[in-house]
């Protein structure tokens, strides 16, 4: 049986695809969809998916905000609104479009980590816990009412797109949980959030960090598996960018100057940290490809003392 609660679509592909997949599958009524502007890299194919769900594709010309856009959406007489991953502020009049306003999916526990990146700064602060947040929208950037919230632990070896994958299907999973509430009862439960300044934000990244052999293993650990596999972490070799892509961090006291090869092998390539050793497992040069230890020992030679800087 199709819901008869009538739902706008706004969101950004790739969490938007797995959602409104989701909502679909269990009979949500879907009465139309906004999709990302149409510059935006995503907005071809999310289109085509949109379409061939003969759904209703609610296109803007500059901005989701546009008058005529939002006209569109009210004609719909929607009871409530679903956002997942959308990158612009909406405004007010935009919130106002449906009944009850929007709920918005955002993969933290909120207040913290409000921002465009919570993915890679949760990785990146060696945070040991996270969470989702369904949450009412207002004219700032996640800070309106919670509705739902749910808890997991930051595995050491997550990188940026095991949590982006794992928070989506969580949020797509609440999405129905909540809806389904919503179609039942005639109501969604929402408390404030808190008003501590002292949550860390989560903004933009420039997506591009070269490392720093100064810091501590754990450290550049951290960097890495935040960066993968959507940021580079680099340094150059022969005069050559590297981009790490896997490695592992090895805590142990030596004497090697910092950003040298300690011990390389068809096993092995060992790189020195301030507090020990950095293991790197899969490493991309330049144009030459991507390459485990036995790969690029063959193919390079490289020699102990050597530097990757």
Same mark, same amino acid.
């Given at each position: ?8 679509? #706004?969101?950004?592909? +790739? ?12 009979? $949500?009524?879907?009465?139309?969809? #906004? ?30 905000? +546009? ?10 007489? *929607? +009871? ?83 949590? $982006? ?60 598996? *935040? ?5 580079? #972490?680099? *340094? ?5 960018? #590297? ?12 004497? $090697? ?53």
């Amino acid at each position: 049986m199709k819901s008869k609660l009538k739902i706008i679509f #706004v969101g950004i592909p +790739d969490m938007a695809l797995v959602c409104l997949s989701n909502l679909l599958e269990k009979g $949500f009524n879907i009465v139309g969809v #906004v999709p990302p502007k149409k510059s935006h890299e995503t907005y071809s194919y999310f289109k085509n998916f949109v379409q061939s769900k003969g759904l209703n594709l609610i296109e803007f010309d500059k901005s989701a905000n +546009d008058r005529k856009c939002i006209e569109k959406i009210k004609k719909l007489n *929607a +009871d409530i609104g679903v956002v997942c991953s959308y990158n612009n502020l909406l405004s007010k009049e935009f919130l106002s479009s449906t009944k009850m306003g929007y709920i918005n999916s955002h993969p933290s526990l909120l207040p913290y980590y409000r921002g465009a990146m919570p993915y890679f700064h949760i990785i990146n602060n060696n945070e040991k816990i996270s969470g989702i947040t369904l949450h009412f929208m207002d004219e700032k950037f996640d800070t309106g009412d919670i509705i739902y919230q749910e808890k997991f632990d930051v595995m050491p070896f997550e990188t940026m797109g095991t949590i $982006f994958n794992r928070t989506t299907y969580m949020i797509s999973d609440a999405l129905i949980n909540v809806l389904g509430k919503l179609e039942k009862t005639g109501v969604i439960n929402r408390i404030s959030q808190a008003k501590d300044e002292k949550y860390v934000l989560a903004p933009k990244t420039e997506g591009n960090f070269r490392v720093n052999w100064k810091n501590s293993v754990s450290k550049i650990d951290c960097l890495i598996r *935040a960066c993968n596999p959507f940021f580079n #972490v680099y *340094a150059y070799f022969r005069g050559t960018n #590297v981009k790490i892509i896997k490695a592992k961090p090895i805590n142990i006291k030596h004497n $090697f100057e910092l950003g040298s090869i300690v011990d390389v092998d068809e096993n092995k390539l060992l790189l020195a940290a301030k507090d020990g050793y950095i293991s790197i497992e899969v490493l991309q040069v330049g144009t030459w490809g991507v390459f485990n230890p036995y790969d690029f020992y063959y193919t390079f030679s490289p020699k102990i003392g050597e530097f990757i800087l």
